[in-house]
T-cell receptor
Framework: AQSVTQLDSHVSVSEGTPVLLRCNYS??????LFWYVQHPNKGLQLLLK??????LVKGINGFEAEFKKSETSFHLTKPSAHMSDAAEYFC???????????FGSGTKLNVKP | DARVTQTPRHKVTEMGQEVTMRCQPI?????VFWYRQTMMQGLELLAY????????DSGMPKDRFSAEMPDATLATLKIQPSEPRDSAVYFC?????????FGPGTRLLVL
């Protein structure tokens, strides 16, 4: 069985400080993992994906995520938050054959000036 | 810069009317998805096509919703009859295997 849990529904950081958005998953198989971002009134945009290559994945806009099998985690980080990062972020897990996609419930990131 | 396009972008209709939403996937993508997003339920997968064949539509209410891909350049989602609880933003996404590129969505309001 597959599932994904985003541990925080809301995260608030100050501009210029690090961002950490947490995601834990459960998977019976070697999973693929994704992070998507959704800005207000927009569709979702792929930030990065892990598909069994390097465990540290770099994405767009300075974001990166590390796949940790022992901890079943795929946390999203960014060294320094920008105001434009304020959005909702979704963690997604899919089995190796991509027959299903499981979305987390989302984390809303607020960036304070 | 290829994008998924969705029409209409906004739709207001009355309860009982038929609603058809259209999606043009990015050329060459072999998977197409329909999602519904509401404040209460979040993002829900309604239908998933691979090579135009339905792979998963378990999330779709079968009595009133239908999804089709008449050809590789068009995906449709139909609601008949529509109900106020169908009010939501409907997203289409397409991709090569394993990745999804989302359209801008159709915002539906059923009165």
């Amino acid at each position: 069985a597959q599932s994904v849990t985003q541990l925080d529904s809301h995260v608030s950081v100050s501009e210029g400080t690090p961002v950490l958005l947490r995601c834990n998953y459960s998977s019976s198989y070697s999973p693929s993992l994704f992070w998507y971002v959704q800005h207000p009134n927009k569709g979702l945009q792929l930030l990065l994906k892990y598909t069994s290559a390097a465990t540290l994945v770099k994405g767009i806009n300075g974001f990166e995520a590390e796949f940790k099998k022992s901890e079943t985690s795929f946390h999203l980080t960014k060294p320094s938050a920008h105001m434009s990062d304020a959005a909702e972020y979704f963690c997604v897990v899919s089995p190796y054959n991509f027959n299903k996609f499981y979305f987390g419930s989302g984390t809303k990131l607020n960036v304070k000036p | 810069d290829a994008r998924v396009t969705q029409t209409p972008r906004h739709k207001v209709t009355e309860m009982g009317q038929e609603v058809t939403m259209r999606c043009q996937p990015i050329l060459g993508h072999n998977t197409v998805f329909w999602y519904r997003q509401t404040m209460m339920q979040g993002l829900e997968l309604l239908a998933y096509f691979r090579n135009r064949a339905p792979l998963d539509d378990s999330g779709m209410p079968k009595d009133r919703f239908s999804a089709e891909m008449p050809d590789a350049t068009l995906a449709t989602l139909k609601i008949q009859p529509s109900e106020p609880r169908d009010s939501a933003v409907y997203f289409c996404a397409s991709g090569p295997e394993g990745t999804q590129y989302f359209g801008p969505g159709t915002r539906l309001l059923v009165l």
